[in-house]
């Protein structure tokens, strides 16, 4: 029999109702857990009663960072309706083929971004709501009855859509179950030390598996509070840390966000004393800033298909293993595999494979993706790994053309299939360029046909109105022709080694110039 999903929300607004659960620092609301079980219960009546959602059903958000996003989330989750961030980075196109994947009942926006939301929900979305404190979802919060009864959930029940890029050029819904939030919530608890007196300042996008589940959830599970940033500002951010009476003592981000953090005026007077701090990989030299005060990264590693924890490097091994990703979660199994589907050596490099109650059931609407990336339960996750003797885990590079600029994963093929849309494109090619900001940027390999003329402001303008910015290639070069392998497929692996350096060498001209 399937385990029955259980409220955190309900619970804690019954154990600790006046503590404050969550604080939204752009309105400057602050509610506490009997507040906050109150609004879900009544949104969740509102969208039953009066939106005609029910179990199943899909719940689209596109909004920057809103308490309101945690309140859908919940409120879908008493319904067993099924929550749809959307990443409020995309463009139209990009929305209107999610909307039509998924075709949600239900598109909440908030006003900023109206009129994208409205274009997306075109594709077959039956109705709209808008977020603010004259708007229409206040309006049926403060209209609705409480929900009488929650529906029957079980953890293997879909919770979740979360799209990522996929490598086909299409973005991939990855389903995630009620049980995978929770598997997540105590494998990230004990190496975070999440618990009740846990005050986490959340600055990645709610849409995003880094900012909803590293460690908004953990910590609303834990009964903690949660302080959401709208956008992330690095001075704010500061300003927020070392105020002894915001409390904040957990943080998590990508390697932009730290950076950015660093380079701040306020970085250096700011006491980080109270901080438990992880984040994605990230370079050597940026651990060591952060080192230098008094701050150890607990890095990890983890996917939006894997909920999103897998490795974790405790915080005592952060200067000791710089570089390492960790060990494995407490309820994760992990596998390095060759090729031959055997598996590696310890130091001997090959793909990570993962297994456990936190991973996917698969895609949604996508059988062949279902088929190409699991064997016998265990996630193929793409990315060449390797193990040292005492059992820490390397991610050393992708198999895949995947490259991750400011903690986005993109995608080549989706890219690429844009680029083409240009008729004067013969062939192109995309990889990614190391970026001292980002990380790494999209670099565009572009063969223009004999008889036609482009630049890059051409290729720069017709990306930016198809494609995601974070999406858009920064650089572009032209070439006669792309070099092929004997199949005739475009040999990236020789793209990667001509231009990369060569690159390097642009940048190492304009820092000298």
């Known amino acids: 029999m399937a385990v029955r999903y259980h409220d955190w929300i309900g619970h804690h607004a019954r154990r600790t109702p006046g503590k404050v659960a969550a604080i939204d620092l752009a309105s400057e609301r602050r509610i506490t857990y009997s507040q906050f079980d109150a609004r ?32 859908v989330q919940f409120a879908c989750g008493r319904l067993g309706a099924v929550f749809v961030p959307l990443n409020t980075r995309l463009t139209v196109p990009e929305l209107q083929f999610i909307t039509a994947d998924c075709a949600p009942k239900v598109m909440i926006h908030d006003t900023d971004l109206a009129e994208t939301a409205l274009s997306a929900a075109l594709c077959g979305v039956a109705t709209s709501l808008l977020l603010g404190p004259d708007e229409a979802y206040e309006a049926g919060i403060a209209a609705a009855k409480p929900l009488e009864a929650i529906e029957e959930v079980t953890l293997d029940d879909v919770s979740t859509i979360m799209y990522t890029s996929g490598t086909t050029g299409h973005p991939k819904g990855a389903t995630i179950t009620h049980g995978m939030t929770f598997w997540n919530c105590v494998n990230l608890g004990g190496p975070a030390c999440i618990g009740p007196s846990s005050v986490l300042l959340t600055v990645l996008p709610l849409f995003h598996t880094g900012g909803l589940n590293c460690y908004t959830n953990p910590v609303l599970h834990a009964g903690g509070t949660v302080m959401i940033m709208r956008a992330f500002d690095p001075g704010t951010a500061l300003g927020l840390i070392n105020d002894p009476a915001q ?128 064997t016998d339960g265990w996630l193929h996750t793409g990315d060449a790994t390797r193990v040292d003797e005492e059992g820490f885990y390397y991610i050393v590079d992708r198999w895949k053309d995947m490259y991750i600029s400011g903690g986005e994963n993109i995608y080549p093929a989706e890219v690429e299939n844009v680029l083409h849309q240009l008729t004067a494109i013969a062939e192109a090619a995309v990889i990614g360029i190391p970026d001292p900001q980002w990380g790494e940027v999209g670099l565009a390999i572009v063969a223009v046909k004999p008889s036609e003329r482009l630049n890059e402001a051409d290729v720069f303008a017709h990306c930016a109105a198809n494609l995601a910015r974070f999406k858009c290639p920064r650089q572009v070069r032209f ?35």
């Open 40 to 71: 879900i219960s009544r949104l969740a009546s509102f969208l039953r009663d009066a939106l005609k959602v029910s179990r199943g059903d899909r719940v689209a958000v596109l909004a920057l960072n809103t308490t309101d996003t945690l309140e």
């Open 247 to 374: 409390g904040i003592n957990v943080f998590f981000g990508v390697p932009a966000i730290y950076q950015f953090i660093a380079q701040h005026p306020a970085f250096a007077a700011t006491d980080l004393s109270r901080l438990i701090v992880g984040g994605a990989p990230m370079p050597v030299p940026l651990l060591k800033v952060w080192e230098a005060r008094g701050v150890a990264l607990q890095q990890g590693y983890g996917m939006t298909e894997t909920s999103p924890a897998v490795l974790v490097l405790d915080r005592e091994d952060a200067a000791r293993k710089a570089g390492s990703a960790g060990k494995p979660v407490l309820h994760t199994e992990v596998r390095i595999v060759r090729p031959d589907g055997s598996d590696a050596d310890i130091g001997e490099l090959g793909e990570l494979w993962v297994k456990g109650p936190n991973i996917t059931p698969g895609y949604w609407n996508r059988p062949e993706a279902n088929k190409a990336f699991f």
């Open 479 to 513: 070439v006669t022709a792309l070099p092929r392998n004997a199949t005739g497929k475009i040999h990236k692996p020789t793209l990667r080694r001509e231009f990369s350096v060569a690159s390097e060498v642009d940048e190492a001209k304009v820092a000298n110039a």
